[in-house]
């Protein structure tokens, strides 16, 4: 029997989790065909993240972890670009794996395409056609660079196709963000449980409640846009219930911007970061999600839950066209007109897109595995 593929998965951040759970399970399946190596490049990285995500997720504990840390995105691709190499060049894998439009995303498929080392991309194609957006950036060019895209719906080919990518090398499997949901959907802790954990049980919700995320710079990084949303947000708790997840980074800028008193409210439950079980929970609960976030978008559109985006454009036009989405911008008067429309008709209905079955990384496991072997056999 021929040796197994060696294949080098790479995560760093947050969103890289939830996909690479059901790929590294796929390859666990494949048995002596494949041996997955997982590398952490560290982007995003701390005691408490590992367990909410490693640990409720199954994933295995990284082989290698380059523990980068935060920086600027020129100082944390190059230092990914430069602790990747000798890992890269230790492991000799038939292709590295990589995710999504994080900065780790870009900088481990640069070192790799340039040491003649196949580049694989899950979740390639996906376009929000906003360049001042540093993932627009990582998704085109990791794009460009790829041997093998695998793709979250079939529209995200005419992207590839227009940006000069040969068909061939582009495969639609559907999502695995959507395989981790459904795998996980039985555990997702319910909006009661985290109340009694962060002995809150005096937050009110009889009637439900709205999840909130926010944290992109443009929410959150001038003032005066983040004085609006939140007190739009305001506003919408007085109708109904919100259940506020602050990210660090945006708990900070309220601070620093004066704006706490805006959201110091009982009808407004401000919680630490959640573990993608709480998140699951709180998503699956809700009469509506309100966010910035791109995940969420495709996991209430799988969940059939209304969900308001507070941006002007989305990298994933199919949670509109066929899920429960809405661009909304960051204008208050647009977002409370769409919630409007919730509270009175229940929101947009959607439906599932094709592939979002749980079964998108048992389908890219067994093509790359297929693909590794012609190119072995060439």
Not at 10 to 39: C, D, H, T, Y
Not at 147 to 174: C, H, K, P, S
Not at 240 to 265: C, N, Q, S, W, Y
Not at 351 to 357: A, G, H
Request: a negative charge; aromatic letters at 4%; glycine letters at 8%.
């Amino acid at each position: 029997m021929s040796s197994p593929h060696r294949i080098l998965c790479i995560v760093g951040a947050r969103p890289n989790f939830m996909k690479i759970a059901p790929i590294m399970a796929a390859f666990s399946q494949l048995g002596e065909r494949v041996q997955a190596v997982l590398l952490h490049t560290g982007q995003h990285y701390d005691v408490a993240m590992n367990h909410q995500y490693f640990d409720a997720l199954g994933i295995p504990a990284p082989d290698i972890n380059l523990e980068i840390g935060s920086g600027s995105h020129a100082q944390q691709t190059a230092a990914i670009m430069q602790h990747f190499e000798p890992a890269l060049d230790q492991v000799q894998p038939a292709a590295v794996l990589v995710l999504g439009d994080i900065n780790s995303t870009l900088a481990c498929a640069l070192v790799a395409v340039k040491k003649g080392v196949p580049v694989v991309h899950v979740e390639a194609g996906l376009r929000s056609n906003d360049r001042s957006m540093p993932e627009e950036i990582n998704r085109i060019l990791t794009d460009q660079i790829s041997d093998l895209l695998y793709t979250t719906e079939a529209n995200a080919l005419q992207n590839l196709t227009r940006e000069g990518i040969a068909a061939e090398r582009v495969r639609f499997v559907g999502n695995v963000m959507i395989d981790t949901l459904r795998h996980n959907l039985a555990r997702a802790i319910s909006l009661p449980q985290i109340l009694a954990a962060q002995g809150r049980e005096d937050f009110h919700h009889d009637n439900g409640y709205a999840v909130l995320t926010l944290h992109r710079p443009s929410n959150v990084d001038d003032p005066e846009v983040l004085r609006a949303l939140l007190e739009t947000v305001r506003t919408i708790s007085a109708t109904l219930p919100v259940v506020f997840p602050l990210h660090p980074r945006t708990r900070g800028m309220i601070e620093k911007f004066g704006l706490a008193g805006l959201i110091d409210l009982p009808q407004i439950l401000q919680l630490p970061p959640m573990g993608y079980l709480e998140m699951l929970g709180l998503m699956r609960d809700a009469r509506l999600a309100l966010t910035d976030s791109g995940g969420i978008q495709e996991e209430t559109t799988a969940l059939g839950v209304p969900c308001v985006t507070l941006r002007h454009n989305t990298e994933r036009p199919i949670t509109v066209e066929q899920g429960t989405n809405t661009l909304a911008g960051n204008d208050p008067q647009t977002i409370l007109a769409i919630f409007a429309e919730v509270m009175e008709h229940g929101g947009k209905a959607g439906r599932i897109p094709e592939f979002w079955d749980g079964h998108a990384a048992q389908r890219i496991a067994q093509d790359l595995c297929d693909w590794l072997d012609q190119r072995r056999a060439a």
